[in-house]
């Protein structure tokens, strides 16, 4: 599989997403959702996606969703772990602290006005997203 994104040396890695604690059942099928990418205009960025049915994350072995990315392409359909995930359609307060709490971390690490793919996340050849993190759990 190429690697689409090239890494910048001075991009950190993320702290903030493996320890973050949130539910399988803070999400619920119907709610929009981004996962955060990177940095764009001094903001973060990421894809927006709607939760659509509860799936088995294979790289954690833990409960996930499935995803559906109106961007995707080929890859419409992905499975994502919840704390990937953040609120798009309701103001939460669990998922504004997470935002905030990253927000905080990488913005002054990632300056500039291009956008920065930060590229924390990949997708395995069974359509799963995973996290840096998660990636030695399961192959
Ligand atoms: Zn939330």
Redesign the pocket.
């Known amino acids: 599989m190429p690697e689409a994104v090239s890494r910048d040396a001075c991009i950190p890695a993320d702290t903030i997403t493996p320890d973050r604690d949130i539910t399988h059942a803070?999400f619920a099928p119907g709610d929009q959702i981004v996962v955060i990418k990177g940095v764009a205009d001094g903001e973060l960025w990421g894809d927006a996606m709607t939760v659509v049915t509860p799936s088995w994350h294979t790289p954690t072995e833990e409960d996930g969703w499935r995803l559906r990315d109106p961007n995707g392409g080929a890859l419409s359909f992905i499975t994502g772990h919840p704390r990937y995930l953040?609120?798009l359609s309701k103001r939460?307060p669990?998922?504004l602290i997470y935002q905030r709490a990253l927000a905080d971390y990488l913005l002054p690490k990632v300056g500039g006005t291009k956008p920065v793919d930060v590229g924390w996340y990949s997708i395995t050849d069974r359509n799963q997203l995973v996290h840096d993190a998660d990636k030695g759990n399961a192959r």
Do not use: R
Request: aromatic share 0%; hydrophobic share 15%; with cysteine.
């Open positions: 803070h953040v609120h939460c669990d998922c």
